[in-house]
T-cell receptor, first 116, second 113 residues
Framework: NAGVMQNPRHLVRRRGQEARLRCSPM?????VYWYRQLPEEGLKFMVY????????ESGMPKERFSAEFPKEGPSILRIQQVVRGDSAAYFC??????????????FGDGTRLSIL | GESVGLHLPTLSVQEGDNSIINCAYS??????FIWYKQESGKGPQFIID?????DKRQGQRVTVLLNKTVKHLSLQIAATQPGDSAVYFC????????????FGAGTRLAVHP
């Protein structure tokens, strides 16, 4: 079974450009979560989505960041006008249901975003 | 703010010894706890989870203990192997009724032959 697939694995952008990170959840999973990780730190929750719905975006900056999970295709995390502080590893996780403890979240191997 | 923290940032053990990684949480409303292992360049890998209505759960070579009285969580790894070397994260969830996870800072486990 294919796990959570994220691409690209590495992404380099110059300040002011846009970054698009893609996440395909595990087969049968309709719940997607995005997290951000700085070096030597834990993951920080950003946003939780179901198909065509944003359930919780409380961890996502109000400016420049957006996320979607369309009916067809992968979930997209989009960062506009990137700044140096956006450099981090961005992880996507998926689960078959959103309820507590129904199934643990399974993570992809992340996208390392570097801003020049 | 973050409610999950770890007591030891780095743990060094000899191969074959048992390892214990500790974690403190501050939100008594958390209902679900989970341990992940993260190797360099990889995403977090699920190890074991536990609900708040349990105090112990065992897996293959791993045991998670939950002490709700002192809000403490631990991961025990039996007969630690070199392949166990990684960063281990505890996370809590369930406050909002779903799987939004709050991660601790992580403990690096180094296994020496």
């Amino acid at each position: 079974n294919a796990g959570v697939m994220q691409n690209p694995r590495h992404l380099v952008r110059r300040r002011g450009q846009e970054a698009r990170l893609r996440c395909s959840p595990m087969k049968g999973h309709s719940h997607v979560y995005w997290y951000r990780q700085l070096p030597e730190e834990g993951l920080k929750f950003m946003v939780y989505l179901q198909k065509e719905n944003i359930i919780d975006e409380s961890g996502m900056p109000k400016e420049r960041f957006s996320a979607e999970f369309p009916k067809e295709g992968p979930s997209i995390l989009r960062i506009q006008q990137v700044v140096r502080g956006d450099s981090a590893a961005y992880f996507c996780a998926s689960s078959p249901q959103g309820g507590v403890g129904n199934q643990p979240q399974h993570f992809g191997d992340g996208t390392r975003l570097s801003i020049l | 703010g973050e409610s999950v923290g770890l007591h030891l940032p780095t743990l060094s053990v000899q191969e074959g010894d048992n390892s214990i990684i500790n974690c403190a949480y501050s939100n008594s409303a958390s209902d679900y706890f989970i341990w992940y292992k993260q190797e360099s360049g990889k995403g977090p890998q699920f190890i074991i989870d536990i609900r708040s209505n349990m105090d112990k759960r065992q897996g293959q070579r791993v045991t998670v203990l939950l002490n709700k009285t002192v809000k403490h969580l631990s991961l025990q790894i039996a007969a630690t192997q070199p392949g166990d070397s990684a960063v281990y994260f505890c996370a809590e969830g369930g406050v909002d009724g779903y799987n939004k996870l709050i991660f601790g800072a992580g403990t690096r486990l180094a296994v020496h032959p």
